[in-house]
């Protein structure tokens, strides 16, 4: 199943403006459950977002 | 554009052992960082933090501590070199984050007894920071023969180690600087 990345923007819980995405990093998970593994990477990819107003950073998983 | 909030720039002190002398160390950077406009710091002392060791990553993260690296912009992790190596405590400490340190600045500050200032405990840190998203400067820190380079009071015996402190956090602090622009301004996509 080819797994699509996420085009909606992190929202900043303190703010409520939209973060910023700077960093994707590959999770390569331990068990053998392979939902949400990107099939040509390998693993999950997390998302590293921050808030342009307070700084405060966030992650997701795609 | 660089907001105007001040860069948090917090000392990790990365050892447990009684009678470290990187204490001394660390105070001294913590002390020259304190002393820069903009900049507020905190000395975390690793062997103050209550992480449990019956396990280790993410899983343990204590709320303190990750709140503290969420809200830095750049670290100073001050290690003494054990048996070419760093403690097991600093990974266990560092290990416990992630999201929290992604794209922000660190420098190394290496101590130690011998001759050589901690450059091998420097060197294999290196790959660790890497890989939990930090970005290295150039510039480290070494004390070596450390035992001469502080009273037992913690004095600062040797004046020369400001000078070198100061490159390395000017360095540190541009670094930062850079990086929160990245963080905050400049999208992957």
């Known amino acids: 199943m080819a797994v699509v990345a996420r085009t909606d923007k992190m929202i900043c819980p303190h703010c409520k403006v939209e973060m910023n995405h700077h960093c994707d990093k590959i999770v390569y998970n331990a068990g053998t459950d392979e939902a949400g593994s990107d099939p040509v990477l390998g693993g999950t990819i997390a998302e590293f977002h921050t808030c342009?107003?307070?700084g405060d950073g966030s992650s997701r998983h795609t | 554009m660089v907001t105007g909030r001040p860069l948090f720039v917090p000392v990790i002190l990365g050892t447990a052992r009684m009678g470290r002398m990187s204490l001394h160390a660390a105070r001294v950077v913590t002390g020259e960082l304190g002393k820069l406009a903009g900049v507020e710091t905190d000395l975390i002392d690793i062997a103050k933090l209550p992480l449990p060791t019956n396990d280790a990553g993410e899983a343990i993260k204590q709320a303190d501590f990750s709140a503290k690296m969420n809200k830095a912009d750049a670290l100073v992790v001050v290690s003494p070199e054990y048996n070419h190596g760093y403690s097991g405590l600093l990974k266990h400490v560092?290990?416990?984050?992630?999201?929290?340190?992604?794209h922000k600045a660190v420098g190394i500050v290496g101590v130690s007894a011998g001759p050589f200032g901690g450059t091998r405990v420097i060197q294999n840190l290196l790959p660790v920071m890497r890989e939990i998203g930090l970005v290295t400067i150039f510039w480290?820190?070494?004390?070596?023969?450390?035992?001469?380079?502080?009273?037992?009071?913690g004095k600062l015996l040797d004046e020369s180690y400001i000078r070198r402190i100061d490159k390395f956090l000017k360095e540190l602090v541009w670094m930062a600087k850079t990086l929160r622009q990245g963080r905050e301004q400049i999208s992957l996509d």
Do not use: M, R, T
């Open chain 1, 52 to 54: 342009p107003k307070c």
């Open chain 2, 94 to 102: 560092l290990d416990s984050c992630l999201k929290e340190y992604i």
């Open chain 2, 140 to 153: 480290d820190v070494n004390f070596s023969s450390v035992q001469k380079v502080f009273a037992e009071d």
